[in-house]
Protein backbone atom coordinates (compact mmCIF):
# COMPACT_ATOMS: atom_id res chain seq x y z
CA UNK A 1 0.00 0.00 0.00
CA UNK A 2 2.98 2.16 1.08
CA UNK A 3 4.87 1.74 -2.46
CA UNK A 4 1.27 2.19 -4.31
CA UNK A 5 0.01 5.55 -2.55
CA UNK A 6 4.13 6.77 -3.53
CA UNK A 7 3.55 8.52 -6.48
CA UNK A 8 0.29 10.55 -5.72
CA UNK A 9 1.97 11.48 -2.72
CA UNK A 10 5.00 12.70 -4.15
CA UNK A 11 2.61 14.40 -7.25
CA UNK A 12 0.38 15.95 -4.77
CA UNK A 13 3.00 17.10 -2.36
CA UNK A 14 5.06 18.84 -5.88
CA UNK A 15 2.07 20.80 -6.80
CA UNK A 16 0.91 21.93 -3.29
CA UNK A 17 4.40 23.54 -3.57
CA UNK A 18 3.29 24.97 -7.07
CA UNK A 19 0.33 26.55 -5.76
CA UNK A 20 2.53 28.37 -2.96
CA UNK A 21 4.73 29.61 -5.29
CA UNK A 22 2.01 31.23 -7.46
CA UNK A 23 -0.25 32.44 -4.87
CA UNK A 24 2.70 33.25 -2.02
CA UNK A 25 5.98 32.85 -2.58
CA UNK A 26 6.10 35.26 -6.16
CA UNK A 27 4.05 37.97 -5.09
CA UNK A 28 5.59 41.46 -4.63
CA UNK A 29 6.01 43.28 -1.42
CA UNK A 30 3.97 45.47 -0.30
CA UNK A 31 2.96 46.18 3.63
CA UNK A 32 -1.05 46.66 2.20
CA UNK A 33 -3.22 44.47 4.26
CA UNK A 34 -6.10 44.47 1.67
CA UNK A 35 -9.34 42.53 1.96
CA UNK A 36 -12.74 42.17 0.09
CA UNK A 37 -15.56 40.22 2.04
CA UNK A 38 -18.32 40.52 -0.79
CA UNK A 39 -18.67 36.94 -2.14
CA UNK A 40 -19.11 36.99 -6.33
CA UNK A 41 -17.94 40.84 -6.42
CA UNK A 42 -15.27 39.74 -8.98
CA UNK A 43 -18.20 38.72 -10.88
CA UNK A 44 -20.58 41.12 -11.16
CA UNK A 45 -17.69 42.94 -12.06
CA UNK A 46 -16.83 40.76 -14.88
CA UNK A 47 -20.47 41.07 -15.89
CA UNK A 48 -20.08 44.61 -16.11
CA UNK A 49 -17.69 44.31 -18.74
CA UNK A 50 -14.09 44.05 -16.49
CA UNK A 51 -12.01 41.50 -18.65
CA UNK A 52 -9.53 40.95 -16.05
CA UNK A 53 -11.85 40.05 -13.18
CA UNK A 54 -12.66 37.21 -15.23
CA UNK A 55 -9.43 36.15 -16.10
CA UNK A 56 -8.58 35.94 -12.39
CA UNK A 57 -11.54 33.55 -11.91
CA UNK A 58 -10.80 31.08 -14.42
CA UNK A 59 -7.17 31.29 -13.16
CA UNK A 60 -8.30 30.64 -9.98
CA UNK A 61 -10.61 27.76 -10.68
CA UNK A 62 -7.82 26.30 -13.10
CA UNK A 63 -5.18 26.61 -10.55
CA UNK A 64 -6.70 23.67 -8.23
CA UNK A 65 -8.20 21.65 -10.18
CA UNK A 66 -4.42 19.38 -9.99
CA UNK A 67 -5.05 19.71 -6.55
CA UNK A 68 -8.75 18.08 -6.47
CA UNK A 69 -7.05 15.73 -8.18
CA UNK A 70 -3.97 14.77 -6.60
CA UNK A 71 -6.13 14.74 -3.24
CA UNK A 72 -8.61 11.79 -4.81
CA UNK A 73 -5.56 9.49 -6.24
CA UNK A 74 -4.07 9.74 -2.25
CA UNK A 75 -7.33 9.44 -0.77
CA UNK A 76 -8.63 6.79 -2.84
CA UNK A 77 -9.15 3.18 -1.69
CA UNK A 78 -7.82 4.12 1.77
CA UNK A 79 -10.49 3.96 4.58
CA UNK A 80 -12.14 6.82 4.16
CA UNK A 81 -15.41 5.97 2.15
CA UNK A 82 -16.48 9.26 0.90
CA UNK A 83 -13.01 10.66 -0.53
CA UNK A 84 -14.34 13.16 -2.57
CA UNK A 85 -15.97 15.12 -0.11
CA UNK A 86 -12.67 15.21 1.99
CA UNK A 87 -10.63 15.99 -0.74
CA UNK A 88 -12.94 19.32 -1.17
CA UNK A 89 -12.76 20.04 2.43
CA UNK A 90 -9.28 19.73 2.57
CA UNK A 91 -9.06 22.31 -0.80
CA UNK A 92 -11.05 24.35 1.34
CA UNK A 93 -8.79 24.27 4.11
CA UNK A 94 -5.95 25.43 1.68
CA UNK A 95 -7.21 28.15 0.11
CA UNK A 96 -8.60 29.47 3.14
CA UNK A 97 -4.82 29.58 4.23
CA UNK A 98 -3.37 31.11 1.38
CA UNK A 99 -5.82 33.63 1.64
CA UNK A 100 -5.12 34.62 5.34
CA UNK A 101 -1.38 34.61 4.66
CA UNK A 102 -1.86 36.76 1.54
CA UNK A 103 -3.88 39.16 4.18
CA UNK A 104 -1.65 39.08 7.12
CA UNK A 105 2.02 39.57 5.21
CA UNK A 106 0.03 42.44 2.55
CA UNK A 107 0.21 40.11 -0.78
CA UNK A 108 -2.52 40.71 -2.20
CA UNK A 109 -6.45 40.29 -1.94
CA UNK A 110 -7.86 38.36 0.51
CA UNK A 111 -11.19 37.50 -0.97
CA UNK A 112 -14.10 34.53 -0.12
CA UNK A 113 -14.36 34.77 -4.30
CA UNK A 114 -10.83 33.49 -4.32
CA UNK A 115 -11.92 30.46 -2.06
CA UNK A 116 -14.92 29.56 -4.01
CA UNK A 117 -13.15 29.41 -7.25
CA UNK A 118 -10.52 27.48 -5.75
CA UNK A 119 -12.94 24.96 -4.15
CA UNK A 120 -14.35 25.23 -7.48
CA UNK A 121 -11.28 24.00 -9.19
CA UNK A 122 -10.48 21.21 -6.84
CA UNK A 123 -14.41 19.55 -7.47
CA UNK A 124 -13.69 19.65 -11.02
CA UNK A 125 -10.28 17.92 -10.33
CA UNK A 126 -12.18 16.12 -8.03
CA UNK A 127 -14.77 15.15 -11.16
CA UNK A 128 -11.76 14.25 -13.58
CA UNK A 129 -10.41 11.57 -11.14
CA UNK A 130 -13.84 9.79 -10.37
CA UNK A 131 -14.51 10.19 -14.48
CA UNK A 132 -11.18 7.87 -15.46
CA UNK A 133 -11.76 5.50 -12.53
CA UNK A 134 -14.92 5.10 -14.56
CA UNK A 135 -14.51 5.31 -17.75
CA UNK A 136 -11.08 3.28 -18.30
CA UNK A 137 -10.53 -0.03 -18.07
CA UNK A 138 -8.80 -1.26 -14.73
CA UNK A 139 -5.69 -2.94 -16.89
CA UNK A 140 -5.15 0.56 -18.86
CA UNK A 141 -6.09 2.74 -15.79
CA UNK A 142 -2.52 3.31 -14.24
CA UNK A 143 -1.18 4.75 -17.26
CA UNK A 144 -4.42 7.18 -17.64
CA UNK A 145 -3.67 8.36 -13.92
CA UNK A 146 0.27 8.28 -14.43
CA UNK A 147 -0.69 10.58 -17.98
CA UNK A 148 -2.53 13.04 -16.26
CA UNK A 149 -1.09 13.50 -13.15
CA UNK A 150 1.81 14.23 -15.66
CA UNK A 151 -0.16 16.83 -17.29
CA UNK A 152 -1.60 18.34 -14.20
CA UNK A 153 2.57 19.04 -13.43
CA UNK A 154 3.80 20.36 -16.27
CA UNK A 155 0.72 22.92 -15.81
CA UNK A 156 2.17 23.78 -12.91
CA UNK A 157 5.27 23.94 -13.66
CA UNK A 158 4.07 26.53 -16.64
CA UNK A 159 2.27 28.50 -13.69
CA UNK A 160 5.45 28.76 -12.12
CA UNK A 161 7.33 30.12 -15.19
CA UNK A 162 4.58 32.64 -15.91
CA UNK A 163 3.96 34.49 -12.83
CA UNK A 164 7.58 36.63 -11.19
CA UNK A 165 8.84 38.20 -8.73
CA UNK A 166 8.08 41.77 -9.79
CA UNK A 167 9.86 44.40 -7.64
CA UNK A 168 7.02 47.35 -6.97
CA UNK A 169 7.43 50.70 -7.87
CA UNK A 170 9.01 52.97 -5.53
CA UNK A 171 5.65 55.16 -5.82
CA UNK A 172 3.70 51.85 -4.47
CA UNK A 173 6.04 51.44 -1.60
CA UNK A 174 6.47 55.11 -0.78
CA UNK A 175 2.36 55.10 -0.58
CA UNK A 176 2.67 52.62 1.94
CA UNK A 177 5.07 53.58 4.63
CA UNK A 178 7.19 57.11 5.99
CA UNK A 179 10.57 56.86 6.46
CA UNK A 180 13.03 59.20 7.47
CA UNK A 181 16.72 59.56 8.68
CA UNK A 182 17.12 62.72 11.28
CA UNK A 183 20.19 62.37 12.48
CA UNK A 184 23.79 60.88 11.23
CA UNK A 185 26.57 60.54 13.41
CA UNK A 186 29.76 59.26 12.92
CA UNK A 187 32.94 57.87 14.95
CA UNK A 188 36.18 56.37 12.48
CA UNK A 189 33.90 53.50 10.76
CA UNK A 190 31.13 53.24 12.92
CA UNK A 191 27.69 55.30 11.47
CA UNK A 192 25.07 55.89 13.70
CA UNK A 193 21.32 57.08 12.01
CA UNK A 194 18.16 58.26 14.00
CA UNK A 195 15.02 58.46 12.23
CA UNK A 196 11.58 57.52 11.74
CA UNK A 197 9.52 54.74 9.90
CA UNK A 198 6.46 54.18 10.18
CA UNK A 199 3.75 52.21 7.84
CA UNK A 200 0.43 53.56 6.64
CA UNK A 201 -2.21 51.67 6.68
CA UNK A 202 -1.39 48.61 9.36
CA UNK A 203 0.96 48.41 12.64
CA UNK A 204 4.63 48.65 11.62
CA UNK A 205 5.75 45.16 10.94
CA UNK A 206 9.11 44.79 12.87
CA UNK A 207 12.52 46.20 10.33
CA UNK A 208 16.00 46.59 10.63
CA UNK A 209 18.43 49.67 8.79
CA UNK A 210 20.22 47.62 5.77
CA UNK A 211 22.95 50.10 4.36
CA UNK A 212 24.37 49.17 0.65
CA UNK A 213 27.19 50.23 -1.18
CA UNK A 214 26.77 52.56 -4.18
CA UNK A 215 30.07 51.84 -5.16
CA UNK A 216 30.26 47.75 -4.74
CA UNK A 217 26.68 47.01 -3.51
CA UNK A 218 27.76 45.17 -0.65
CA UNK A 219 25.18 45.53 1.56
CA UNK A 220 25.68 45.97 5.52
CA UNK A 221 22.81 44.82 8.29
CA UNK A 222 22.60 47.42 11.21
CA UNK A 223 22.35 46.63 14.67
CA UNK A 224 18.33 48.32 14.67
CA UNK A 225 16.49 49.54 18.24
CA UNK A 226 12.90 50.83 17.38
CA UNK A 227 10.95 52.80 19.86
CA UNK A 228 7.57 53.33 18.23
CA UNK A 229 8.21 55.21 15.33
CA UNK A 230 11.53 56.27 16.05
CA UNK A 231 14.73 53.94 15.30
CA UNK A 232 18.06 54.20 16.20
CA UNK A 233 20.90 51.98 13.92
CA UNK A 234 24.34 51.20 13.94
CA UNK A 235 26.49 49.58 11.41
CA UNK A 236 30.23 49.75 10.28
CA UNK A 237 30.07 51.82 6.89
CA UNK A 238 33.33 53.84 5.81
CA UNK A 239 33.15 57.54 5.22
CA UNK A 240 34.57 57.28 1.70
CA UNK A 241 31.71 55.67 0.07
CA UNK A 242 28.09 56.45 -0.11
CA UNK A 243 25.54 54.96 1.27
CA UNK A 244 22.02 53.60 0.20
CA UNK A 245 19.13 53.28 2.92
CA UNK A 246 17.26 50.25 3.16
CA UNK A 247 14.21 49.22 5.27
CA UNK A 248 13.98 45.30 5.41
CA UNK A 249 10.70 44.10 6.98
CA UNK A 250 10.57 41.07 8.52
CA UNK A 251 10.28 38.45 6.05
CA UNK A 252 11.09 40.16 3.23
CA UNK A 253 14.61 41.64 1.24
CA UNK A 254 15.40 44.70 1.92
CA UNK A 255 13.62 47.72 -0.15
CA UNK A 256 14.33 51.02 -1.34
CA UNK A 257 14.12 54.39 0.37
CA UNK A 258 15.31 56.49 -2.40
CA UNK A 259 17.77 58.05 1.24
CA UNK A 260 21.02 58.13 0.83
CA UNK A 261 24.11 58.68 3.55
CA UNK A 262 27.32 60.74 1.64
CA UNK A 263 30.20 62.61 3.49
CA UNK A 264 27.45 62.03 6.07
CA UNK A 265 25.21 63.93 4.83
CA UNK A 266 21.53 62.75 3.95
CA UNK A 267 20.85 63.16 0.02
CA UNK A 268 17.85 61.78 -1.84
CA UNK A 269 19.72 61.07 -5.31
CA UNK A 270 21.77 58.43 -6.59
CA UNK A 271 25.17 58.52 -7.52
CA UNK A 272 27.89 61.78 -7.59
CA UNK A 273 25.68 64.56 -8.44
CA UNK A 274 28.07 67.21 -10.67
CA UNK A 275 25.36 70.26 -9.87
CA UNK A 276 23.86 72.34 -11.92
CA UNK A 277 26.11 75.32 -13.11
CA UNK A 278 24.63 78.40 -11.77
CA UNK A 279 27.45 80.94 -12.58
CA UNK A 280 26.43 84.49 -13.26
CA UNK A 281 22.85 83.27 -12.60
CA UNK A 282 20.15 84.12 -9.41
CA UNK A 283 20.28 80.40 -8.98
CA UNK A 284 22.80 80.36 -5.82
CA UNK A 285 19.70 80.29 -3.08
CA UNK A 286 17.70 77.48 -4.43
CA UNK A 287 20.57 75.41 -5.23
CA UNK A 288 22.23 75.92 -2.39
CA UNK A 289 19.63 75.98 0.42
CA UNK A 290 17.12 73.75 -1.70
CA UNK A 291 17.31 70.11 -1.36
CA UNK A 292 17.74 68.09 -4.39
CA UNK A 293 15.19 65.22 -4.89
CA UNK A 294 15.56 64.24 -8.24
CA UNK A 295 18.33 64.55 -11.24
CA UNK A 296 18.11 63.45 -14.79
CA UNK A 297 21.90 63.49 -16.84
CA UNK A 298 19.92 63.00 -20.13
CA UNK A 299 18.11 66.11 -20.08
CA UNK A 300 20.06 68.28 -17.77
CA UNK A 301 17.08 68.24 -15.11
CA UNK A 302 17.46 68.82 -11.64
CA UNK A 303 14.43 69.33 -9.40
CA UNK A 304 14.94 70.83 -5.96
CA UNK A 305 12.20 70.97 -3.13
CA UNK A 306 12.46 74.60 -1.39
CA UNK A 307 10.32 75.08 1.90
CA UNK A 308 6.76 74.66 0.42
CA UNK A 309 8.08 74.09 -3.33
CA UNK A 310 9.04 71.75 -5.73
CA UNK A 311 11.27 73.95 -8.75
CA UNK A 312 12.48 72.46 -11.79
CA UNK A 313 15.60 73.40 -13.58
CA UNK A 314 15.90 71.90 -17.19
CA UNK A 315 19.36 72.74 -19.35
CA UNK A 316 17.47 70.53 -22.44
CA UNK A 317 15.34 72.53 -24.92
CA UNK A 318 12.26 71.49 -24.38
CA UNK A 319 8.81 71.95 -26.49
CA UNK A 320 5.99 74.15 -25.17
CA UNK A 321 3.86 70.49 -25.42
CA UNK A 322 5.93 68.60 -23.61
CA UNK A 323 4.20 67.42 -20.18
CA UNK A 324 5.82 68.19 -17.06
CA UNK A 325 4.74 65.55 -14.82
CA UNK A 326 3.87 66.50 -11.06
CA UNK A 327 1.93 63.38 -9.51
CA UNK A 328 0.96 63.12 -5.82
CA UNK A 329 0.31 60.23 -3.76
CA UNK A 330 -1.37 60.43 -0.43
CA UNK A 331 -2.65 58.46 2.49
CA UNK A 332 -5.89 60.80 3.06
CA UNK A 333 -7.51 60.02 -0.61
CA UNK A 334 -10.79 61.15 1.38
CA UNK A 335 -8.75 64.92 1.32
CA UNK A 336 -8.09 64.92 -2.43
CA UNK A 337 -10.18 67.16 -4.72
CA UNK A 338 -13.44 66.42 -6.09
CA UNK A 339 -12.21 64.88 -9.44
CA UNK A 340 -9.65 62.80 -8.15
CA UNK A 341 -10.22 60.90 -5.28
CA UNK A 342 -11.72 57.95 -7.17
CA UNK A 343 -7.92 57.64 -8.54
CA UNK A 344 -6.24 58.10 -5.06
CA UNK A 345 -3.48 60.76 -6.13
CA UNK A 346 -3.56 64.60 -7.20
CA UNK A 347 -2.33 64.90 -10.48
CA UNK A 348 -1.37 68.27 -11.39
CA UNK A 349 1.15 68.20 -14.28
CA UNK A 350 1.86 71.57 -16.56
CA UNK A 351 3.37 71.98 -19.93
CA UNK A 352 6.36 73.63 -20.84
CA UNK A 353 5.34 76.68 -21.96
CA UNK A 354 2.69 77.83 -19.21
CA UNK A 355 2.32 80.29 -16.79
CA UNK A 356 4.37 78.01 -14.19
CA UNK A 357 7.64 79.10 -16.06
CA UNK A 358 9.20 82.01 -13.95
CA UNK A 359 12.80 82.20 -15.83
CA UNK A 360 11.83 85.35 -17.24
CA UNK A 361 11.68 86.85 -14.01
CA UNK A 362 15.31 86.06 -13.10
CA UNK A 363 18.94 85.12 -14.32
CA UNK A 364 19.03 81.56 -14.50
CA UNK A 365 21.91 80.94 -17.03
CA UNK A 366 21.41 77.85 -19.54
CA UNK A 367 18.20 76.86 -17.03
CA UNK A 368 14.56 77.32 -17.98
CA UNK A 369 13.07 77.31 -14.42
CA UNK A 370 9.87 76.23 -13.32
CA UNK A 371 7.80 75.96 -9.99
CA UNK A 372 4.62 74.66 -8.17
CA UNK A 373 3.39 74.51 -4.44
CA UNK A 374 3.16 71.72 -2.62
CA UNK A 375 -0.16 71.17 -1.34
CA UNK A 376 -0.82 71.44 2.20
CA UNK A 377 -4.51 70.13 2.03
CA UNK A 378 -3.21 66.34 2.12
CA UNK A 379 -0.79 64.83 3.44
CA UNK A 380 1.56 63.35 0.63
CA UNK A 381 3.52 60.48 0.56
CA UNK A 382 5.29 60.75 -2.02
CA UNK A 383 5.90 62.43 -5.65
CA UNK A 384 6.65 61.39 -8.87
CA UNK A 385 8.20 64.17 -11.84
CA UNK A 386 9.22 63.99 -15.68
CA UNK A 387 8.39 64.43 -19.17
CA UNK A 388 5.81 63.59 -21.02
CA UNK A 389 6.50 63.95 -24.85
CA UNK A 390 5.69 62.22 -28.08
CA UNK A 391 2.77 59.79 -26.13
CA UNK A 392 5.10 58.34 -24.30
CA UNK A 393 6.93 59.21 -20.45
CA UNK A 394 10.81 59.93 -21.09
CA UNK A 395 11.78 59.46 -17.58
CA UNK A 396 10.53 59.72 -14.19
CA UNK A 397 11.41 59.94 -10.77
CA UNK A 398 9.50 59.22 -7.40
CA UNK A 399 10.59 60.71 -4.25
CA UNK A 400 9.26 61.65 -0.90
CA UNK A 401 8.85 65.53 0.02
CA UNK A 402 8.78 64.97 3.78
Request: hydrophobic residues 40%; proline residues 4%; contains cysteine.
Amino acid sequence: MVRKKFFPVFFLLLYLLFIFYITLYSRSFSLTQSCNPDLFWSYAAWAQGKPGHGREILLNIVLFVPLGYFLSAVLDGSAVKRFGLLAAGLSLIVSVAIEGIQYVDGLGLAEWDDVFNNVLGACLGIGVYKLLVRCCRKESLPWWKLGVSVLFLLAGVVGCRMVHMAPPALSTLFRQFSFAVTRVDRNGNDLWLQGTCRAYFRDTPAYRIVLRSETTGQERQAVTDRDGENFRAAVSASPGEKWEVMVQFKYYAPVKTATYIHKDRVEYVSGEIPGPDIRDTDLALLVNNGVLKAWEPKYDVYVYQFNDRLYWLVGSPLDRKTEMVFRLYTDEPGRLPEPRKKYGFDDRGFRAGDKNEITRTMRSGKYRVFVREIPAAYHITAVSVGFYADKKMQWSRQFRVE
